[in-house]
């Protein structure tokens, strides 16, 4: 049964860890992995590359992936520059309560001795966030930043000289795939279907070298060109490292808790029926660290395992949040479909409260602020609908949604500020 069905079967640990040494087996990589670097410390980064340099010539990666690497290098090193501003402005909200709030309640007339106390603390707390700030400020000088110079893609450019997959063939052979993955999206057949909401997003596609590319169908590409490389006749084994968390890449189980067993069922499939290779594998970075210690010998700090571990811990998170905020922009757009003036009847039917939850769900998935301004046009116009208590917690939600949501450099959004006066 186990050779009609290869694709329910993961192989035996003992039998996984004799192909890490097998010569005709493949190491590939994903773009998550590489990007992942950025957020790693720097013992993290030095181990990872010290394994892939043992691993020498068994490593390997798609074009796809080089490709999306390039593509997303930039805005992930801006992102992880912008942690140091965001710890900047918690710092600042722990000191606003001392020079905002405490004040109006005028403690240095009605009580004295309690006034001199709050001041104290003031300092106190003061001193410690100045302490605080030093250290925030020498880690943050040595965070690159996007005009920095990359000394991790000087890495990876060495590292995987001569080892990407080449590009596409031409536009017809992309045009192909992303007609064949729109049937497999709609089967959900894996990798790629929890991708969908990619074309909804501000820039669903992109072009690169003559040639345009669809996200959404990105992990599919991947995919494809992994399944041309492993038909290649001396590859006999492939394992493939991502910090990939959803649902189309693994076979998750809810018991007690999300655990993820293997490969997805129909990925194995597909590959063993494409391929001649007896063994595929899949691993994320913390677990093929913490392999590599084990089976090849060679130092890795167990701080570095648990930090690959804590970052794919989070995208694990962020994939199931992601999820229910899906469900929540699908209920929203149901009930738009349905009803003839859906924002008076909605509202009217005193389901305020959840459609407000549902339209701030949907503009988080997709990065507009439409929904949120439909709902204050909805009060300007009813003014009496804004009365009720729970209509005052909307209010003051949105107000917080936009003012959280709002560039600090953008001062030109007349309407936005009007928004925020007239909830004021």
């Given at each position: 049964?186990?050779?009609?069905?290869?694709?329910?079967?993961?192989?035996?640990e003992?039998?996984?860890?004799?192909?890490?040494?097998?010569?005709?087996?493949?190491?590939?990589?994903?773009?998550?992995?590489?990007?992942?670097?950025?957020?790693?410390?720097?013992?993290?980064?030095?181990?990872?590359?010290?394994?892939?340099?043992?691993?020498?010539?068994?490593?390997?990666?798609?074009?796809?992936?080089?490709?999306?690497?390039?593509?997303?290098?930039?805005?992930?090193?801006?992102?992880?520059?912008?942690?140091?501003?965001?710890?900047?402005?918690?710092?600042?909200?722990?000191?606003?309560?001392?020079?905002?709030?405490?004040?109006?309640?005028?403690?240095?007339?009605?009580?004295?001795?309690?006034?001199?106390?709050?001041?104290?603390l003031?300092?106190?707390?003061k001193?410690?966030?100045?302490?605080?700030?030093?250290?925030?400020?020498?880690?943050?000088?040595?965070?690159?930043?996007?005009?920095?110079?990359?000394?991790?893609?000087?890495?990876?450019?060495?590292?995987?000289?001569?080892?990407?997959?080449?590009k596409?063939?031409?536009?017809?052979?992309?045009?192909?795939?992303?007609?064949?993955?729109?049937?497999?999206?709609?089967?959900?057949?894996?990798?790629?279907?929890?991708?969908?909401n990619?074309?909804?997003?501000?820039?669903?596609?992109?072009?690169?070298?003559?040639?345009?590319?669809?996200?959404?169908?990105?992990?599919?590409i991947?995919?494809k060109?992994?399944?041309d490389?492993?038909?290649?006749?001396?590859?006999?084994?492939?394992?493939?490292?991502?910090?990939?968390?959803?649902?189309?890449?693994?076979?998750?189980?809810?018991?007690?808790?999300?655990?993820?067993?293997?490969?997805?069922?129909?990925?194995?499939?597909?590959?063993?029926?494409?391929?001649?290779?007896?063994?595929?594998?899949?691993y994320?970075?913390?677990?093929f660290?913490?392999?590599?210690?084990?089976?090849?010998?060679?130092?890795v700090?167990?701080?570095?395992?648990?930090?690959?571990?804590?970052?794919?811990?989070?995208?694990?998170?962020?994939?199931?949040?992601?999820?229910?905020?899906?469900?929540?922009?699908?209920?929203?757009?149901?009930?738009?479909?349905?009803?003839?003036?859906?924002?008076?009847?909605?509202?009217?039917?005193?389901?305020?409260?959840e459609?407000?939850?549902?339209?701030?769900?949907?503009?988080?998935?997709?990065?507009?602020n439409?929904?949120?301004?439909?709902?204050?046009?909805?009060?300007k116009?009813?003014?009496?609908?804004?009365?009720?208590?729970?209509?005052?917690?909307?209010?003051?939600?949105?107000?917080?949604?936009?003012?959280?949501?709002?560039?600090?450099?953008?001062?030109?959004?007349?309407?936005?500020?009007?928004d925020?006066e007239?909830?004021n």
């Open positions: 049964m186990r050779d009609a069905f290869k694709g329910f079967y993961t192989h035996k003992n039998t996984i860890e004799q192909k890490w040494k097998n010569e005709n087996t493949l190491f590939v990589f994903d773009a998550n992995v590489l990007l992942n670097l950025y957020g790693y410390a720097k013992q993290t980064q030095n181990d990872f590359f010290k394994l892939l340099n043992k691993l020498d010539e068994k490593i390997w990666i798609p074009y796809h992936v080089a490709l999306e690497y390039q593509t997303q290098r930039l805005p992930v090193i801006k992102r992880e520059k912008a942690i140091f501003r965001k710890v900047n402005d918690f710092l600042r909200k722990i000191e606003a309560p001392f020079e905002k709030d405490l004040p109006e309640l005028a403690l240095q007339t009605r009580l004295p001795e309690l006034h001199k106390n709050t001041e104290t003031q300092k106190e707390i001193t410690a966030i100045n302490k605080y700030e030093k250290s925030v400020a020498r880690w943050d000088e040595k965070q690159p930043c996007v005009r920095s110079h990359d000394e991790i893609r000087d890495q990876l450019d060495d590292l995987f000289e001569s080892k990407i997959g080449p596409p063939k031409n536009q017809d052979w992309l045009d192909e795939l992303y007609s064949e993955g729109k049937h497999r999206y709609e089967s959900k057949t894996p990798p790629g279907f929890e991708d969908q990619k074309d909804k997003s501000e820039s669903p596609h992109f072009t690169y070298d003559g040639l345009f590319y669809e996200k959404k169908y990105g992990d599919l991947v995919w060109q992994i399944i490389k492993a038909q290649s006749s001396h590859i006999k084994n492939l394992i493939f490292v991502s910090d990939d968390s959803k649902e189309d890449w693994w076979y998750i189980l809810n018991s007690r808790g999300k655990k993820t067993i293997g490969p997805h069922a129909d990925l194995q499939s597909e590959i063993y029926r494409e391929t001649e290779i007896d063994v595929f594998h899949m994320n970075t913390s677990e660290l913490e392999k590599g210690k084990e089976i090849l010998e060679i130092s700090h167990e701080s570095s395992i648990q930090d690959a571990s804590s970052h794919f811990q989070q995208a694990i998170n962020y994939t199931i949040h992601a999820r229910e905020l899906n469900k929540s922009a699908q209920k929203l757009r149901d009930a738009l479909n349905k009803a003839e003036d859906p924002w008076d009847r909605l509202f009217k039917q005193n389901q305020a409260f459609v407000f939850e549902a339209a701030r769900n949907f503009d988080q998935i997709y990065g507009k439409n929904h949120w301004k439909k709902i204050i046009d909805f009060y116009q009813n003014p009496d609908a804004a009365n009720n208590q729970t209509n005052q917690r909307i209010l003051e939600l949105l107000r917080k949604s936009i003012n959280d949501n709002k560039p600090e450099d953008d001062s030109s959004n007349e309407n936005e500020d009007d925020l007239w909830m």
